[in-house]
């Protein structure tokens, strides 16, 4: 079955550092996501993107945050300047259409901002 | 009110059991509805999806009423390997593609 895989696993960065995490979604699919979950906490979404644009995002996506599709297999999100609180778990999903249909997710992403 | 609501947990069954869980959620024009589980820091898995008939997958049933606004999943003949959190999740209308979850509610089946 094909899936979504997330590099690195797990990333260890100082605060104030830029990271780059990394995603290939399923290959037929045309809707990808990235959403975070801070330990012990819900899975919350962060931003939407297709056609190489964001489509939606919600009010954790600032400025700090971007997402790019560098070429037709990776789909990226970066944070700048991270802080303490972006540590997180961050999973990267994917779908081939939108309105309802489920997503499918990567194993994730342990971002540990010391 | 949080936007999904779920019964922590945990729910502690033995092996063979049934068990049910309940979510409930505030937009009531929220127009698609799944059952996620989650390991232990593990990506979410999508269970099944929840339609207004209610549906049915092997030992797993939901149900959804849009009346009260509430989502249930039961779970049949329960199996230790069915220990997990289980994720009730929504997308609320105009919300295009963002899936919305609830924080889980933990299930611990034990032999």
């Known amino acids: 079955e094909p899936e979504v895989t997330q590099t690195p696993s797990h990333q260890v960065t100082q605060m104030g550092q830029e990271v780059i995490l990394r995603c290939v979604p399923i290959?037929?699919?045309?809707?990808f996501y990235w959403y975070r979950q801070i330990l012990g906490q819900k899975v919350e979404f962060l931003v939407s993107?297709?056609?190489?644009?964001?489509?939606?995002k919600s009010e954790i996506f600032d400025d700090q945050f971007s997402v790019e599709r560098p070429d037709g297999s990776n789909f990226t999100l970066k944070i700048r300047s991270t802080k303490l609180e972006d540590s997180a778990m961050y999973f990267c999903?994917?779908?081939?259409?939108?309105?309802?249909?489920?997503?499918?997710f990567g194993d994730g992403t342990r971002l540990s901002i010391l | 009110r949080k936007e999904v609501e779920q019964d922590p947990g945990p729910f502690n069954v033995p092996e063979g059991a049934t068990v049910a869980f309940n979510c409930t959620y505030s937009?009531?024009?929220?127009?698609?509805f799944f059952w996620y589980r989650q390991d232990c820091r593990k990506e979410p898995k999508l269970l099944m999806s929840?339609?207004?008939s209610g549906n049915e997958d092997g030992r797993f049933t939901a149900q959804l009423n849009r009346a009260s606004q509430y989502i249930s999943l039961l779970i049949r003949d329960s199996k230790l390997s069915d220990s997990a959190t289980y994720l009730c999740?929504?997308?609320?209308?105009?919300?295009?593609?963002?899936?919305?979850f609830g924080g889980g509610t933990r299930l611990m089946v034990k032999p």
């Open positions: 999903a994917s779908s081939f259409i939108t309105g309802g249909e489920p997503q499918h």
């Open positions: 290959s037929n699919h045309l809707y």
């Open positions: 993107f297709y056609n190489n644009e964001i489509s939606e």
């Open positions: 937009n009531s024009a929220s127009q698609s």
């Open positions: 929840v339609y207004s």
């Open positions: 999740v929504v997308i609320p209308l105009g919300a295009g593609n963002m899936l919305t």
